[in-house]
């Protein structure tokens, strides 16, 4: 599909284990955001990618999580020994990063449960 | 009507009424917003956006207005549907910064 493709759309795990959440964006977006969305909350930025330059962690909300963007395209944010506030929506988000006011465009999340 | 309590603020509309969902930005210094609906289990989907050189916005069935003396926003759907329940939410985005901000959002309900 032309949307932001994110897998898998659920996840099941014990506390502790380590995930690894995966994000497709929009062909041509060269931004990409990664959100957490706990129930009822609004959207808690994390981590911001631009081309090639160094990312935006500022939202990370500890030394647990991390991201990566291979290629200027797909990321992967991984979670080590998860924790049972870890439990939310992981959105990952697109947009056209050289222009600047332009529109996010998200896909589904992957809905995140630790046991 | 309107309420805000331990959850989402709600809106409950008839299938047919226009609906006026509010939001309040903090950031004086903003000047691009945009809105957001997002039903239960999936993303966020753009709806419309407005820049802060303009009052109102109007798309499909959709207007959004801006009023920066306030800081205030809202979004407007004329005749909403069934198929308009979801969660709206604002996003501001102050120039130079690519991190907008969102709020909460509000969950609007239309009955049939």
């Known amino acids: 599909g032309a949307g932001v493709s994110q897998s898998p759309s659920n996840k099941v795990t014990e506390k502790g284990k380590d995930v690894e959440l995966r994000c497709d964006p929009i062909s041509g977006h060269t931004a990409l955001y990664w959100y957490r969305q706990s129930l009822g909350q609004g959207l808690e930025f994390l981590i911001y990618?631009?081309?090639?330059?160094?990312?935006?962690k500022s939202g990370l909300p500890s030394d647990r999580f991390s991201a990566e963007r291979t290629g200027g395209s797909v990321s992967t944010l991984t979670i080590q020994r998860t924790q049972q506030e870890d439990s939310a929506v992981y959105l990952c988000?697109?947009?056209?990063?050289?222009?600047?006011?332009?529109?996010?465009?998200f896909g589904d999340g992957t809905r995140l449960s630790i046991l | 009507g309107e309420s805000v309590g331990l959850h989402l603020p709600t809106l409950s509309v008839q299938e047919g009424d226009n609906s006026i969902i509010n939001c309040a930005y903090s950031n004086s210094a903003s000047d691009y917003f945009i809105w957001y609906k997002q039903e239960s289990g999936k993303g966020p989907q753009f709806i419309i956006d407005i820049r802060s050189n303009m009052d109102k916005r109007q798309g499909q069935r959709v207007t959004v207005l801006l009023n920066k003396t306030v800081k205030h926003l809202s979004l407007q759907i004329a005749a909403t549907q069934p198929g308009d329940s979801a969660v709206y939410f604002c996003?501001?985005?102050?120039?130079?910064?690519?991190?907008?901000?969102f709020g909460r959002g509000t969950s609007l309900i239309v009955h049939p």
């Open positions: 988000a697109s947009s056209f990063g050289d222009r600047v006011l332009q529109p996010q465009h």
């Open positions: 990618f631009q081309g090639n330059s160094a990312p935006d």
């Open positions: 996003a501001e985005l102050s120039g130079g910064s690519y991190i907008p901000t």
